[in-house]
């Protein structure tokens, strides 16, 4: 999903007219927060039906703690260049870059809670 809206923006200031196509990088981040909300609904639903438990992995958290750090000042910075351009599509996709870094705390903490908690990391049996 991040990469569709970031290639949008690459695309519209690929061309020597990136006023152009304003309109449809726009729309290709609309796109892609759609897509980025119909797959953490969908993933949420099905973890929970499933009854499912996170595993931790080093790397993983590892990744969402990088991104964590990361993500807010790159998305500032986007946000500040868009702003400065005035191109709509990069401020959209500063925003884009904003909000899955907000999907990454919960499974952050998910895996840190898990890793942390007593009985070092195993997760209890469910009864079926």
């Not at 152009?20 to 726009?26: F, K, S, W």
């Not at 958290?61 to 986007?78: F, K, T, V």
């Amino acid at each position: 999903m991040e990469v569709l809206s970031a290639a949008a923006v690459a695309w519209q200031f690929a061309a020597a007219d990136h006023e152009a196509r304003e309109r449809v990088a726009t729309r290709l981040i609309a796109v892609s927060f759609l897509g980025l909300a119909v797959f953490v609904a969908s993933d949420a639903v099905r973890a929970l039906l499933e009854a499912e438990v996170a595993e931790p992995s080093a790397v993983g958290i590892g990744l969402a703690s990088a991104s964590l750090l990361i993500m807010p000042g790159l998305s500032w910075l986007e946000r500040r260049a868009g702003r400065e351009l005035g191109s709509a599509s990069a401020v959209a996709d500063s925003k884009q870059t904003l909000a899955a870094r907000t999907c990454r705390p919960s499974s952050w903490e998910g895996c840190c809670s898990t890793v942390f908690s007593v009985g070092g990391g195993r997760t209890p049996s469910r009864p079926s």
